[in-house]
């Protein structure tokens, strides 16, 4: 691997060596070079983010310190040192400092020797990153063929049903038992219903996408009146808001629509928690930084959270609930977080729900200007 070639041995080399590397800065996964003894002599901005250290700090001591057992990365890194690999691969424990403090962090690490020099570059990557970004290609991709598959069902069905209904009005135009018009009237009634249904499917494919700033607080507090009307006694709706989330553009009715139909199931199964009066839905909003979403790697994106304190999505349809036509209620669409879904991806942002009994949390990521 070849990497710009910096003055050793001088008193610059570190100066020198940093801005040699700081074309790392700009990826998405954590990047260090280090000596065979484990100095670090440069760390990238991704590096300094998930550790919660600044570089300086990070480069006072030495890298296997941030390791759970590091003695087979040592081993590891010697070994690509001397040439023995020119790579090689290996799962490992990361510490983290700082304000985000906590368990260790799961990382698949990749070390490589660099040509004509004794340190090597160790790139670190979150197995849960890659399992998220993995499952995100998955949503992405099943999302895509589900709407081709409802797009193309919806026509299919739209004519003949034309038929039947118009078939039906004249029948029931030239019988005069009042029994026949009975079932006429059934038979009108249900091909109105499938064609709702079929026009409800069909919907987010018929708008135009309305692009204009949106400001989410607006959006969460206009969802936040519509559910309270619904169900103004035994429900609270609270907010916890970072209002320093700027604008951005995208479109403000697609946005309340997805926030509401998340909101408006969460409410739907707390019923018997709101006649108890004890039943919480939460608003949260929040920046995260270094997102990456479909590939693409950005600053800032907005983190909002929809929670509810109900008896959790059922564990049979949980990897399922944003297939059409797929419902844990009696009586539902199943179509409501499918639209959702399709809404939050026209934004080319994600959705994603994490539930247990008791408490239930919808996750919608959109990058951010």
């Given at each position: 691997m070849k990497f710009p070639s910096v003055l050793k041995g001088s008193k610059g080399r570190d100066a020198a060596e940093s801005q040699a590397y700081e074309a790392f800065d700009h990826l998405a996964t954590m990047v260090a070079i280090i000596s065979r003894e484990g100095r670090c002599v440069f760390a990238n901005a991704s590096f300094e983010n998930v550790l919660g250290l600044s570089r300086r700090s990070v480069q006072r001591g030495s890298m296997f310190d941030w390791f759970v057992e590091p003695d087979r990365l040592r081993d590891t890194v010697n070994a690509v040192s001397r040439n023995e690999f020119s790579t090689s691969r290996l799962e490992a424990l990361l510490r983290r400092a700082g304000p985000i403090h906590g368990e260790p962090l799961?990382?698949?690490?990749?070390?490589?020797?660099?040509?004509?020099?004794?340190?090597?570059?160790?790139?670190l990557v979150e197995i849960e990153q890659q399992t998220r970004q993995d499952r995100e290609e998955r949503a992405l991709?099943?999302?895509?063929?589900?709407?081709?598959?409802?797009?193309?069902?919806?026509?299919?069905?739209?004519?003949?049903?034309?038929?039947?209904?118009?078939?039906?009005?004249?029948?029931?135009?030239?019988?005069?038992?009042?029994?026949?018009?009975?079932?006429?009237?059934v038979i009108i009634n249900e091909a109105d219903r499938l064609q709702?249904?079929?026009?409800?499917?069909?919907?987010?494919?018929?708008?135009?996408?309305?692009?204009?700033?949106?400001?989410?607080?607006?959006?969460?507090?206009?969802?936040?009146?519509?559910?309270?009307?619904?169900?103004?006694?035994?429900?609270?709706?609270?907010?916890?808001?970072?209002?320093s989330i700027p604008d951005f553009r995208g479109d403000r009715?697609?946005?309340?629509?997805?926030?509401l139909n998340i909101a408006h199931n969460a409410a739907q199964a707390l019923t018997e928690r709101i006649a108890v009066g004890d039943a919480v839905i939460k608003l949260r909003t929040r920046i995260a930084r270094q997102v990456t979403l479909g590939k693409h790697r950005y600053r800032l994106a907005l983190d909002l959270h929809i929670?509810?304190?109900g008896p959790g999505v059922p564990e049979s349809i949980r990897d399922r609930i944003f297939y059409p036509l797929v419902s844990g209620r009696d009586g539902g669409s199943g179509l409501g977080l499918t639209l959702a879904q399709t809404f939050v991806q026209q934004h080319h942002g994600t959705i994603e729900c994490d539930s247990e009994p008791g408490k239930t949390n919808f996750m919608i990521v959109i990058p951010l200007p």
């Open positions: 799961p990382v698949h690490v990749i070390v490589n020797r660099m040509e004509n020099s004794e340190d090597v570059v160790m790139e991709d099943q999302a895509q063929v589900t709407k081709e598959l409802i797009r193309n069902l919806a026509h299919e069905i739209k004519n003949p049903l034309g038929g039947i209904r118009g078939a039906a009005q004249l029948l029931e135009m030239e019988v005069e038992s009042r029994a026949l018009h009975e079932y006429t009237q709702a249904l079929v026009d409800r499917l069909l919907a987010p494919h018929r708008k135009p996408h309305v692009v204009s700033d949106v400001n989410i607080h607006e959006v969460c507090e206009r969802v936040r009146a519509l559910i309270l009307a619904e169900f103004p006694r035994g429900l609270l709706v609270d907010r916890d808001y970072d209002i009715e697609q946005l309340i629509q997805a926030v929670e509810d304190n």
